[in-house]
């Protein structure tokens, strides 16, 4: 059984830093793309970002470049996303997204997403 399981969401001050972790048991991430996104009750997803196998970075979405960034340790099993600069806005749920293949779509595993987690809360205060 493949359970994908995100971690390291936290309380807060506007300007700090989180570093997210999606940790994967039941499956090798050596073959597919992993991508983060956002989603809060009632709104549409946001795709924040996507990396290869490789370690290769599709570009970020425009809301979060410059600030997070996406890695991964396949030895681990383990995909992060550091974030810095955090803003008031960036509070949100966050998902990690296994892709059914090695390609990244923009900010997001290309063909389709084969899991995720149950996310994992982000809050950022003013």
């Known amino acids: 059984q493949v359970q994908v399981v995100e971690s390291g969401g936290d309380l807060v001050e506007a300007g700090g830093s989180l570093r997210l972790s999606c940790t994967v048991s039941?499956?090798?991430?050596?073959?597919?793309?992993v991508g983060w996104y956002r989603q809060a009750p009632g709104k549409e997803r946001e795709d924040i970002a996507c990396?290869?196998?490789?370690?290769?970075?599709?570009p970020y979405a425009e809301s979060v470049k410059g600030r997070f960034t996406i890695s991964r340790d396949n030895a681990e099993n383990t995909v992060y996303l550091q974030m810095n600069s955090l803003k008031p806005d960036d509070t949100n749920t966050y998902f990690c997204?296994?892709?059914?293949?090695?390609?990244?779509?923009?900010?997001?595993?290309?063909?389709?997403?084969?899991?995720w987690g149950q996310g994992t809360q982000v809050t950022v205060s003013s």
């Open positions: 997204a296994v892709g059914s293949s090695v390609q990244c779509i923009d900010q997001t595993p290309g063909n389709r997403v084969a899991y």
């Open positions: 039941g499956l090798s991430l050596a073959g597919h793309a």
């Open positions: 990396i290869t196998p490789k370690g290769s970075v599709a």
